[in-house]
């Protein structure tokens, strides 16, 4: 019943800046730790950042630290993407994502994804 729905994506040029959203639904707690990914046409899905709330830690792509940033409102069920100086090479579907903690506090293998927005950086 969890879903993530992303949103945000357009066109820009070099430089440039988007946020992306990520609208969560469902039964989705405050240990649930939410990833971005990105994945390019013919390239696999790699990871871009995420979010533990249980740690507060934040973690990133060496290939974006600096320029993203993952942030979290509970209140609004919502994950956010900060893009600024974005590159030719950022142009990417940009997915969320979570993986689903148990009664125990365990994360398990289980994980959701959205659909995915598209990110293109051009001049």
């Known amino acids: 019943q969890v879903q993530l729905v992303e949103s945000g994506g357009g066109l820009v040029q070099p430089g440039g800046s988007l946020r992306l959203s990520c609208a969560a639904s469902?039964?989705?707690?405050r240990a649930w730790p939410m990833r971005w990914f990105r994945q390019a046409p013919g390239k696999e899905r790699e990871?871009?950042?995420?979010?533990?709330?249980?740690?507060?830690?934040?973690f990133y792509a060496e290939s974006v630290k600096g320029r993203f940033t993952i942030s979290r409102d509970n209140a609004k069920n919502m994950v956010y993407l900060q893009t600024n100086m974005l590159k030719p090479e950022d142009t990417a579907v940009y997915y969320c994502?979570?993986?689903?903690?148990?009664?125990?506090?365990?994360?398990?293998?289980?994980?959701?994804w959205g659909q995915g927005t598209l990110v293109t950086v051009s001049s």
């Open positions: 994502n979570t993986r689903r903690v148990d009664a125990t506090g365990t994360t398990t293998s289980l994980e959701v």
């Open positions: 990871f871009v950042a995420a979010i533990n709330w249980i740690s507060g830690e934040r």
């Open positions: 469902g039964a989705i707690l």
